[in-house]
């Protein structure tokens, strides 16, 4: 069989044209390496220009040592927030992958679309939720009092809003799906943030679905934590965050791909 050569500028120049489109598109949904020597400098403070005391860069690792935070002297003096952001970029909608392990008893989380000025990510910022599920309630006795505010029926003991990989306060995680490696083991988390969906994952298994934009949601936000928080969870673009919350804590393979 013969094909005709194409011989027409103004076809040949189509052709380019969507080349050039399908190549800029994929150059902007690239995996972005968060740790890499160009981007790990970009991790800051929240509302601050450098890292609080306490968190380490190192060998393509972030991690924070809390012994250093309680024995330093010039820690004590530190004012600012200890939650730490990626600020090189803000993402909307993206897939964020990252590898975790924190302390026994440790807590903390991982924030998205967040935005400076609010005295902290967790006042305005969905949360995935960090924690030992297995030892927190037994060495902090302060959880009753906490818990109760809010009408637990349980409250010495973590709710399932509380738990690893949960929404925080807003979407628990399916308990019967979720494999959870204990504390000082590393487990591998991912979120995906699209249009109309969230998606939460931990060792390879989907945990937490839901859609930002629903009634759901906003009857979920009313009626629990958030009910007085005007500003949780109204930012749909915003920078990539950690928290520190009193625990050691380690991250490597810190990941995120820009979706459409």
């Not at 103004?10 to 150059?27: E, K, T």
């Not at 927030?81 to 993402?91: A, L």
């Not at 060495?139 to 973590?158: I, R, T």
């Amino acid at each position: 069989m013969k094909f005709k050569t194409i011989s027409n500028p103004l076809i040949w120049g189509f052709i380019l044209f969507m080349c050039s489109a399908f190549n800029a598109s994929a150059q902007k949904t690239k995996t972005i390496n968060l740790l890499s020597k160009e981007n790990a400098s970009q991790w800051r403070g929240y509302d601050a220009t450098t890292l609080p005391p306490g968190w380490i860069l190192s060998n393509n690792m972030l991690w924070v040592d809390n012994d250093r935070i309680n024995e330093k002297v010039n820690d004590v003096s530190y004012k600012g927030s200890r939650d730490i952001i990626f600020s090189g970029q803000e993402f909307e909608y993206f897939e964020l992958t990252l590898d975790w392990k924190i302390g026994a008893g440790g807590n903390s989380g991982i924030f998205y679309h967040v935005k400076e000025g609010y005295g902290g990510p967790s006042n305005i910022s969905p949360e995935y939720q960090l924690i030992d599920d297995e030892n927190y309630a037994r060495m902090h006795s302060n959880l009753k009092d906490y818990n109760a505010q809010f009408g637990a029926k349980n409250p010495e003991q973590l709710q399932d809003w509380q738990k690893t990989g949960a929404d925080y306060a807003m979407h628990p995680a399916d308990e019967s799906k979720k494999v959870l490696h204990p504390a000082g083991q590393w487990n591998t988390t991912k979120i995906v943030v699209a249009p109309g969906r969230v998606e939460h994952w931990l060792n390879g298994v989907k945990i937490v679905s839901f859609n930002p934009d629903s009634e759901d949601w906003q009857a979920r936000k009313q009626a629990g934590k958030w009910a007085k928080s005007a500003n949780y969870g109204k930012f749909k673009t915003g920078y990539i965050g950690l928290q520190y919350h009193g625990s050691s804590l380690w991250f490597r393979n810190i990941k995120v791909k820009p979706l459409k």
